[in-house]
């Protein structure tokens, strides 16, 4: 699958953080040949110190993961062809209730949020999502980060001015609304079902998101003939957009695009990839 004038990414952006997180992806897919499309959420159009300033917002605490996923899937019917869709956290949920509905040539799932059902033991994980959660508070109000929570969730083992730096540019409030649905059937993946090719990209540091809970999400896929890969790369916390090796993900994306037509059985490709046609 070599990029084109004509093949279009559209990135799609997780919970907390802005669209601007995207940005130096968007170059860099742009000078691989790729049309990119960096759609803001709902309710987000505008940068992260304007979205901070209307804390709480009676607007973003609405969204609702279902109301999301028909504004992308509004969007992705608007291209003349499907396109490859690259998701980051909730994005990658995204990503797979996009795939779910064959609106995408193939798609990229970056630390994924889990679909129902999907589940780890993992206490980073539990520690990381009760804040955003909500309960017991205002389901009404949106939910802001702490500086203390984003460098515990996001940015766990980055230099604390680099912290404070990404919490800046980057944190945005989010809907407790949207952060609950990922539990609901809002967020129920069929894994028998058909799907256009799918990668999971993991980050053997990330708190909120664990590699395993990843791993787990990418194992229940199960069409003998639709392609699924998983990779876990060391290093990555849930901040991997806007880390330093961030061009390292970017490029593995890439080879994984470029390979996608000799993709046959189950195997350990040459890149690195755990890759093939699911099947139990």
């Known amino acids: 699958m070599k990029a084109s004038p004509s093949q279009t990414v ?5 919970a907390f953080v802005s669209s601007s997180c995207w940005d130096e992806w968007k170059v860099f897919f742009e ?6 499309l960096v759609p803001p959420g709902l309710y987000k159009d505008a940068s992260a110190p304007t979205l ?7 607007h973003v605490a609405s969204i609702r993961l279902t109301q999301l996923a028909e504004y992308y899937a509004a969007i992705v019917r ?27 040539a193939a798609g990229v799932a970056i630390h994924s949020v889990p679909p129902q059902g999907v589940i780890t033991f993992k206490w980073s994980f539990y520690r990381s999502v009760w804040g955003p959660l909500g309960y017991f508070t205002p389901v009404g109000e949106s939910f802001m980060m702490s500086l203390k929570q984003w460098q515990y969730a996001f940015t766990n083992g980055m230099p604390g001015a680099e912290q404070r730096a990404s919490y800046k540019a980057f944190a945005i409030p ?3 609304r949207l952060s609950r649905d990922g539990l609901t059937a809002a967020a129920k993946i069929d894994f028998t079902r058909p799907h256009a090719p799918l990668l999971f990209l993991a980050g053997s540091t990330d708190h909120i998101i664990p590699a395993s809970l990843n791993y787990s999400n990418y194992r229940r896929y ?10 876990e790369l060391p ?9 330093p090796g961030w061009r390292e993900d970017a490029l593995c994306i890439l080879t994984w695009l470029h390979q996608l037509p000799h993709q046959q059985d189950p195997k ?11 099947s139990r």
Not at 31 to 36: L, P, R
Not at 268 to 278: D, E, M, N
Request: proline share 4%; glycine share 12%; charged share 15%.
């Open 10 to 14: 559209v990135f799609i952006t997780g």
């Open 31 to 36: 000078e691989h040949g790729y049309a990119c």
């Open 52 to 58: 901070r300033s209307r804390q709480p917002d009676a």
């Open 78 to 104: 608007q291209l003349p062809q499907k396109p490859i869709l690259i998701g980051h956290s909730m994005g990658g949920l995204l990503t797979q209730l996009l795939l779910q509905q064959d609106l995408a």
């Open 174 to 176: 989010e809907s407790k």
């Open 222 to 231: 199960q069409h003998a003939g639709s392609v699924t890969a998983y990779r």
């Open 235 to 243: 290093g990555r916390n849930h901040f991997v957009l806007g880390q």
């Open 268 to 278: 350990v490709s040459k890149s690195g990839f755990l890759t093939g046609a699911r």
